[in-house]
């Protein structure tokens, strides 16, 4: 059973099904954000899932400075907050610095802060100090034991609305490796656990200062993360993953979510 806060401040429902978080990895349009997530909410209403709609306003941290970052933090922000209102979603997306804590905070119901600022101790502190929910990554380089000093962090602003996330481990070069143990750790420190499934298959920096991916293993991770019983998934998922602004190689393409959704609930409920 997923906590109580996650209806109150969110008002979600079905907080007997797992959570998911999901849409594409970065605002690239007003049209790409909601036909996303038009129909992620079709999808999670059908098969009553609590759903967060899930974007970043932008890309901080890219390979390659030549990487495509985002349209404008205003212009993002304000498609995350039409499509807030347009589809009665809440809204989860990164921050980066102590400042955008706060200017993100007034649109999004939930923080995230990105697997490589994990420890950052002012970040996690500003994002507690906000009042809003705060989903934090596991770095690819920790051990899921440290994410607890992590979650104290923010717990020690008096917020203890948080998540912790699931999304591999750097593994020798441009490959991560998703230990399940972890995932059994960071259940013990009484926190909601999310498995990120679309990143856990990424290869960071793969091709020439661009990350590939194997999304081939998005299904097959996701059902051995329901198996042991996580309490959410985070799939970035894109109507057209080749045309993809930022990590296209790696993302669910939306018209298999359904299916997979569905095949993880029959996991999850056993």
Same mark, same amino acid.
């Given at each position: 059973?997923?906590?109580?806060?996650?209806?109150?401040?969110?008002?979600?429902?079905?907080?007997?099904?797992?959570?998911?978080?999901?849409?594409?990895?970065?605002?690239?349009?007003?049209?790409?954000?909601?036909? %996303?997530?038009?129909?992620?909410? #079709?999808?999670?209403?059908?098969?009553?899932?609590? /759903?967060?709609?899930?974007?970043?306003?932008?890309?901080?941290?890219?390979?390659?400075?030549?990487? /495509?970052?985002?349209?404008?933090?205003?212009?993002?922000?304000?498609?995350?907050?039409?499509?807030?209102? @347009?589809?009665?979603?809440?809204?989860?997306?990164?921050?980066?610095?102590?400042? #955008? *804590?706060?200017?993100?905070?007034?649109?999004?119901?939930?923080?995230?802060?990105?697997?490589?600022?994990?420890?950052? %101790? #002012?970040?996690?502190?500003?994002?507690?100090?906000?009042?809003?929910?705060?989903?934090?990554?596991? !770095?690819?380089?920790?051990?899921?034991?440290?994410?607890?000093?992590?979650?104290?962090?923010?717990?020690?602003?008096?917020?203890?609305?948080?998540?912790?996330?699931?999304?591999?481990?750097?593994?020798?070069?441009?490959?991560?490796?998703?230990?399940?143990?972890?995932?059994?750790?960071?259940?013990?420190?009484?926190?909601?656990?999310?498995?990120? *499934? %679309?990143?856990?298959?990424?290869?960071?920096?793969? @091709?020439?200062?661009?990350?590939?991916?194997?999304? @081939?293993?998005?299904?097959?991770?996701?059902?051995? *993360?329901?198996?042991?019983?996580?309490?959410?998934? /985070?799939? @970035?998922?894109?109507?057209?993953? *080749?045309?993809?602004?930022?990590? !296209?190689?790696?993302?669910?393409?939306?018209?298999?979510?359904?299916?997979?959704?569905?095949?993880?609930?029959?996991?999850?409920?056993?």
């Amino acid at each position: 059973m997923l906590p109580d806060y996650l209806k109150k401040e969110l008002r979600l429902k079905n907080l007997n099904n797992f959570l998911l978080i999901a849409g594409p990895c970065v605002v690239e349009s007003k049209s790409v954000v909601f036909k %996303t997530c038009e129909k992620v909410k #079709e999808i999670t209403d059908r098969l009553k899932i609590p /759903f967060i709609f899930k974007s970043s306003y932008v890309k901080a941290n890219r390979t390659s400075g030549k990487s /495509f970052r985002g349209i404008g933090i205003e212009e993002a922000l304000k498609i995350l907050s039409d499509a807030k209102k @347009e589809f009665d979603v809440p809204i989860l997306t990164d921050v980066h610095s102590e400042i #955008e *804590a706060g200017v993100a905070a007034e649109v999004a119901d939930v923080l995230q802060i990105p697997a490589f600022l994990c420890r950052q %101790t #002012e970040l996690l502190e500003a994002a507690g100090e906000t009042g809003r929910v705060v989903n934090i990554k596991k !770095g690819q380089f920790l051990a899921p034991s440290d994410m607890i000093y992590q979650a104290e962090k923010v717990a020690g602003t008096g917020n203890k609305k948080i998540m912790l996330t699931e999304r591999g481990t750097t593994f020798g070069y441009n490959n991560l490796v998703v230990d399940m143990r972890g995932l059994v750790i960071m259940k013990k420190f009484g926190y909601p656990v999310i498995f990120d *499934a %679309t990143h856990s298959v990424q290869m960071p920096s793969k @091709e020439k200062g661009v990350s590939g991916g194997n999304p @081939e293993f998005i299904a097959p991770l996701s059902r051995a *993360a329901a198996a042991i019983g996580v309490d959410g998934f /985070f799939i @970035e998922t894109h109507p057209n993953p *080749a045309r993809a602004l930022s990590d !296209g190689s790696n993302m669910l393409k939306l018209d298999k979510l359904g299916v997979l959704l569905t095949d993880l609930l029959k996991l999850y409920k056993i």
